[in-house]
């Protein structure tokens, strides 16, 4: 077709609508569509604004307590230890993602790295199993449904009731009608995507990338036309609308339902990953190497204790100008720390394999696809959650090698090492609480836009695709249907 | 194919069987139903070998892990320090078919002698964003998919022969109503039923699950199954549209999955308030981290108040003291303890109205019931975290008396250190 009849398909869909309107199943499905993306809008961005809220306080009054401790022993306050909170993303009041899945706070302590704690899901009801009122589950779930339960007879109620053979008797073209259905099907798609979209805007006005909204929302769009793709394709070639209607439900039972959670599972069972607990002790044998950081009699330090002599060219520790247990305390936190890291570089790296098992189930589900795409680009997927743990170490290590500086610098050796010799003694073994003030303000900051960007082109390639070929396969059908 | 004779002899039964078979969408709809039914029992089954060979390699390393640090250490203090102790809540033998919250909840802890509020909310959770998606197990399959298939078997059964034509015809050559569409509904419920269940009784012979629970989840399968169908036929006798009844029922499968757990969920978690988690860990770290300053006679009362044994112990040298130590961190978990159990109980009052609320909801209800015969809900959870308080506790109770009195100790004394397969032995109380 060189031409495309643009009155013509303007008058097919506006016919659609008018059917809708007399169909009160269609009409009441649109309502109930709009209300439910609305309503889980409202809610989950109350929700997230909630949370957002309480953990920038609990960071605060971490922080505050910290500062507030007495003159202490410096490494008491590295055991005393620190919190670093997650605040959620702008666009996490569309998508939650992973964060009532993974923990939102971590305990950061000396010679230890703690993982996160108290994830929401686990103090849930439990009744959330099978989905949850966030506007990500009911657009990527339930708005195919609707389109569905709207659009299934949008070819074949003509072909049934045979007024599709009237209409191309007239000169109507095939493609003119499936364009028109096509278009009616895609203002409803507008529809469910404006709540959204208002909230997106609200995103932006709390400083989230103009860039990555109009992707998070385009996706949508993409995923939703997709879906509206799907159900003109069964309706044109089916013949019949019961037959277009349990295709299309069984289609949506498969992508939407059983496609994500197979996924995940064939992801999980494929690689498996050690867990923590159980790399801890793979862990802890490395450790046992470096020696106890605690004990500067380890004979780990004897090299070391050796070094120094030489170069402040004294005979003994205690001589020295800086405290040595503080210097053994720092180096040995320094090899134990890059111990920590390198496992939890494996754990997590298996933990990105494994998502990319499950992510590339998106070539075969489209719901697959906007769901990785959804959290990547709202900052709630499982690398902004990495990111998180891996800030949250950085944090940890510069806290406590800040304080392993004081107990090298502030401290006399002696005074270090009686410190248990008695009450004035323990007195004596300590510095002064103005040091505290160190401690930083942690603000985690999630991905910039571009990178979270790049990060979802796979996905995006994967709705390209279905659509691509979903709008070969229409034309095949429209051919046919003839 | 037949003459006419033969079919008239033919039981209904079986005619409806060669009928059904006829069906293309039918058959197509059995075979995934079975599909995914097999999918679901072998991918449980491997999940749960996956986290029985978990915990022997744990167990192995958690025993040299602490041989070696009791060859280390000839101190209570020190070795009380040092060991840690691995504790697992093993997968039952119907866990398979129901994995439940074994990926949000732990299964395996490890722990020491060291205020126990600051150790137990530590997770080895697994990977979060596979957990968010949910696991395709059994339970999953018959909770929320079963009613999908069987709205799609069942909602045309009458309007399909309408809208072919053959109704009338159909009606006045049968016997009786019941013998046609009767016959007709058992071959397919029949039919479903087996195709669901048969990976089911595989799996369950593989793992050894008990002829009870077998029977249990049949019988709750087979009554959930009845309720779907007997809906679908009863919706489905007098409208005439196949797609319109279907999206009825369909909607009634949202409002069940979705509408109601989810508004449940909203109005539980208005009315339920709990106390933060990390408020818990706050308030016991500032009470350990405190008692280094305070003087010791404030901790030792405090102590003495659950431990009236050692309440003349007085502190013999300055400085730093095992057992001091190990009271304060005692004395931290207690004043946490408030705080701890308000959480619990916030917890454990959200599981309760929970499974008032699925009362409404079928779907919630099935997955309910199989989850806790599997042992693997938010309630095993709940009783894992127990018998690791319990443990922790009977830890407390063999080291302390060493502690007071180190001279007594004497290394042999280890052969007889709690271990945490026999927690309920040493503290009966649950």
């Known amino acids: 077709m060189s031409r495309i009849p643009k009155a013509q398909i303007w008058c097919v869909a506006k016919d659609e609508w008018r059917y809708w309107f007399r169909s009160k199943l269609a009409i009441s499905v649109l309502i109930i569509g709009v209300l439910l993306t609305f309503s889980s809008v409202v809610v989950t961005a109350f929700k997230m604004h909630e949370l957002s809220h309480d953990r920038q306080a609990m960071q605060h009054s971490s922080e ?57 899901q686990k103090q849930g009801t439990g009744l959330t199993k099978l989905g949850n009122l966030s506007p990500a589950f009911v657009v990527q779930i339930l708005a195919p449904l609707l389109l569905i339960l709207i659009g299934y007879s949008a070819i074949s109620r003509e072909r049934e009731s045979q007024t599709l053979s009237f209409l191309l008797a007239q000169g109507t073209s095939i493609s003119t009608i499936i364009m028109g259905k096509g278009l009616a099907l895609l203002s409803v798609v507008f529809l469910i995507i404006f709540p959204l979209g208002l909230s997106g805007g609200f995103a932006v006005f709390q400083g989230e990338s103009l860039l990555v909204v109009v992707s998070f929302l385009g996706a949508y769009t993409l995923y939703l036309s997709a879906w509206a793709l799907l159900v003109l394709l069964f309706s044109t070639a089916l013949s019949k609308n019961s037959a277009s209607f349990t295709a299309l439900t069984f289609v949506w039972i498969l992508l939407c339902i ?14 498996p990953s050690a867990g923590k607990l159980e790399t801890d002790f793979a ?15 380890d004979p780990a330090f004897a090299k070391l204790k050796q070094s120094l002599l030489q170069q402040y060219n004294v005979d003994s520790v205690e001589a020295l100008p800086i405290n040595f247990r503080g210097l053994v305390a720092t180096i040995s936190e320094a090899k134990l720390t890059e ?46 959650h990495h990111r998180f743990i891996r800030e949250t170490e950085e944090l940890r290590f510069s806290f406590v090698q800040s304080l392993n500086q004081i107990q090298t610098e502030q401290l006399s050796y002696l005074d270090d090492l009686n410190r248990n010799n008695g009450e004035e003694a323990w007195k004596k073994a300590r510095v002064s609480a103005t040091n505290w003030q160190m401690i930083k303000g942690f603000n985690f900051i999630i991905d910039d836009a571009s990178t979270r960007l790049s990060r979802s082109t796979h996905s995006f390639f994967q709705l390209f695709l279905w659509i691509a070929i979903l709008l070969v396969l229409i034309k095949f059908a429209g051919r046919r249907a003839i | 194919m037949n003459g006419k004779k033969t079919n008239l002899t033919i039981s209904p039964i079986r005619r409806e069987w060669r009928f059904m078979l006829r069906q293309r969408y039918v058959v197509v709809l059995l075979l995934c139903s079975f599909l995914i039914s097999a999918f679901a029992v072998i991918t449980g089954l491997s999940e749960v070998s996956a986290q029985r060979q978990t915990i022997e390699r744990l167990k192995q390393a958690d025993n040299v892990d602490r041989i070696e640090a009791q060859a280390k250490y000839d101190d209570p203090g020190y070795l009380a320090y040092y060991s840690f102790h691995l ?68 909602h045309d059964l009458i309007a399909n022969e309408r809208t072919n034509g053959r109704h009338d015809f159909l009606v006045t050559t049968a016997k009786s109503s019941y013998a046609l569409w009767g016959a007709r509904a058992a071959v397919r419920f029949m039919a479903i039923f087996s195709c669901l269940l048969l990976p089911f009784y595989i799996g369950a012979l593989v793992s050894g699950t008990t002829i009870t629970n077998v029977l249990l989840v049949s019988l709750w399968c087979a009554i959930y199954f009845a ?52 408020d818990i860990l706050l308030t016991q770290r500032e009470a350990v981290n405190d008692a280094w300053d305070l003087p010791v006679k404030t901790t030792m009362d405090a102590f003495s108040v659950t431990h009236p044994d050692y309440s003349d112990y007085q502190k013999n040298e300055e400085g730093f003291d095992w057992a001091w130590y190990y009271a304060f961190q005692q004395v931290g978990d207690q004043v946490a303890a408030p705080l701890s159990i308000e959480y619990r109980d916030a917890t454990f009052k959200k599981h309760q109205l929970a499974g008032y609320i699925a009362m409404l909801s079928p779907p919630m209800l099935i997955l309910k019931l199989i989850t806790s015969l599997a042992e693997t809900d938010a309630l095993a959870a709940y009783k894992y975290e127990q018998k690791i308080r319990d443990f922790h506790h009977s830890l407390r109770v063999f080291y302390y008396p060493w502690l007071f009195n180190p001279d007594a100790f004497d290394k042999t004394y280890l052969n007889r250190l709690p271990r945490f397969e026999h927690t309920q032995q040493n503290n009966p109380k649950l």
């Open chain 2, 227 to 278: 309720f779907w169908t007997a809906l679908s036929l009863y919706l489905g006798k007098k409208a005439s549209s196949a797609p319109r009844i279907a999206s009825g029922l369909i909607g009634l499968w949202a409002l069940f999955a979705f509408v109601i757990p989810i508004l449940g969920n909203l109005a539980i978690n208005q009315n339920v308030h709990s106390p933060k988690g990390s």
């Open chain 1, 283 to 297: 862990v802890i044998a490395e450790l046992r190497k470096l020696g106890d950081g605690h004990n500067s009699n």
């Open chain 1, 64 to 120: 505050e307590t910290f500062m507030q401790q007495p003159d202490k022993h410096p490494h008491r306050m590295v055991h005393y230890g620190h919190y670093a909170f997650r605040t959620p993303s702008p666009l996490s009041m569309l998508d939650p993602g992973v964060d009532a899945y993974t923990g939102n706070s971590i305990f950061l302590e000396g010679h230890r790295q703690n993982s996160a704690m108290f994830a929401e």
């Open chain 1, 258 to 271: 059983a496609m994500p959670r197979i996924a995940s599972t064939t992801a999980a069972i494929s690689l």
């Open chain 1, 339 to 384: 111990v920590l890291k390198q496992f939890s570089e494996v754990r997590m790296q298996q933990e990105l394999q494994q998502t990319q098992i499950s992510r590339n189930f998106g070539w075969l589900s489209p719901k697959v696809a906007i769901q990785a795409l959804s959290m990547i680009t709202a900052g709630t997927s499982i690398e902004t």
């Open chain 2, 87 to 154: 504790t697992y809540s093993e997968p039952s033998n119907l866990a398979f078919a129901a994995l439940g919250e074994r990926d949000i909840y732990p299964w395996k802890h490890r722990i020491k002698m060291l205020a126990l509020e600051g150790q137990i909310y530590e997770s080895d959770a697994q990977n979060p964003e596979l957990a968010q998606t949910g696991k395709m197990d059994f339970a999953f399959v018959i909770s929320a998919l079963s009613p999908l298939f069987l709205i799609l078997l069942f």
